[in-house]
Structure formats: C-alpha cells, structure tokens
C-alpha cells in the first residue's frame, strides 16, 4: 500500500517517489500526492518526470496513475500536482463541509449525495422541501462560518475512537468500508466534525465566498443545493 501523502498534506504540490509496477499506462508508486477519485471529489492532474497524469484512481489498496509513456519499474521520478486545480478543489470540498455543517446544525438535515468540480459543486439533503428563501439563508449562514476564520484539523483516529465520536457521519448512508481500521477526521473547529478522504483548505477564509446558485427537488425528502465558490 503507497503512502498517502495528500492524506496529511494537502498543500504538498511536489514528492519524490520510485515505480513499484507498471501496466500499460498505468504506473503504481510507493507514495504519493496525487489525490485518487473518490467521495465525489475528482482526481488531481499533473506531472510525473515531466509526462502528464491524466488520470488518477484508486484500485484496491493502490492508487493507479494513468500517464503516457510510463517510466519503468524501479524508476525514480519527481511528481508535480497541478496546484491551481488542486487547490479550488480544496476550496471547493471546504465549501461542502460548512454547508452541510451548516444545514446539519440549523436544520438537522443528513446529506444524501454530493459531487464537485473546481469552484463548482451540489450537495443533496433529505429535506421535505427547498425554496430561493431557503437557498438565500442558508449562504448567508455558509458565509458567515467562512467569515469566522475557523481552523479546519486532520486527524487520522482508529475506528474504535471514531465510532464514539456523536454524528461523524453525515451521509444517510455510511460509506465507511467495514474493513477500514482507521479513520480520517476532518473537524472544522465549532462547525463541523466528519470523516471524509479528501483534501481541504486549513481555515473557512481560505474558502473565499459561496453563492448557492440553484436549488432542485430530486424526490420526496431527497434535495438539492447548488453552490459556486468565488
């Protein structure tokens, strides 16, 4: 299993790592920050020794980068994230995190799905109904939690001590593998407190501002809220 550098770096934009195996175009490496598909946050782009990563995914315990003409086993290479990608990402995914801290905390609301692009995203809620009212008080709300400057920690908890943690998981259904032994914790101090794989900005300023940019009814307690970052 590679070591997951993006896990407790976030702002890491450059590693040295060595091939450990090749398959067409797919190169496996033993560490790296190149953050893989998953919990509706998309895959990071860059380089490895220069070449394009077009593609990053998680197979198994590995992580698969796709890249044209691949180094060989046992090489060493330099990987470069694309930051400016990366990081509306990061801003991106904050964002969520205090909008659902906040529709959790104000109206008691469990998230039901959620996917993103950079500076772009919706999140669904079981929520009998949504209106523009709705969507205007609650990125008021969202804005002023960004306003507030609140810290946002990474802890990696054994699954022992995060199951006694009270609600850390906000989805309607939990998408914790039964096999996982450790957890990652992402706390947005005061707001928000999930586990969650992904990448994130240190404090709710760097997220810039949300807009909530529409609003649908996906089924009978099942809304949606679009955002965008700016």
């Known amino acids: 299993m590679p070591e997951l550098l993006f896990q407790t770096d976030a702002y890491l934009r450059e590693f040295d790592a060595r091939v450990t195996r090749v398959d067409g175009s797919a190169v496996y490496l033993d560490r790296t920050a190149f ?29 698969r980068h796709m890249i044209d ?4 086993e046992g090489t060493a290479v330099h990987g470069v994230i694309d930051w400016d990608r990366r990081y509306q990402l990061m801003r991106t995914h904050t964002a969520l995190h205090i909008l659902c801290g906040v529709v959790w905390r104000d109206f008691g609301a469990q998230v039901t799905g959620g996917n993103m692009e950079p500076l772009q995203a919706r999140m669904d809620f079981e929520l009998e109904r949504v209106s523009g009212e709705f969507g205007q008080q609650v ?3 969202a804005n002023r939690e960004i306003a507030a400057g609140r810290p946002i920690n990474v802890r990696i908890l054994p699954r022992e001590a995060a199951s006694r943690i009270p609600d850390l998981i906000r989805t309607k259904v939990n ?13 947005i101090e005061g707001l928000d407190l999930q586990a969650d794989g992904g990448t994130h900005v240190a404090n709710t300023r760097e ?3 949300i807009v909530v940019t529409g609003h649908e009814n996906k089924g009978r307690s099942n809304k949606r809220l679009r955002i965008a970052v700016l």
Do not use: S
Request: glycine letters at 18%; a negative charge.
């Open 139 to 141: 990125e008021e709300l």
């Open 69 to 72: 003409g691949p180094p060989a």
């Open 207 to 209: 997220v810039g501002r």
């Open 175 to 187: 998408l914790l593998p039964e096999g996982i032994t450790h957890v990652r914790v992402v706390d």
């Open 35 to 63: 953050y893989p598909t998953g919990g509706g946050q998309p895959h990071d782009l860059g380089t490895l020794n220069g070449m394009p990563v077009v593609e990053v995914r998680k197979e198994g315990d590995d992580v």
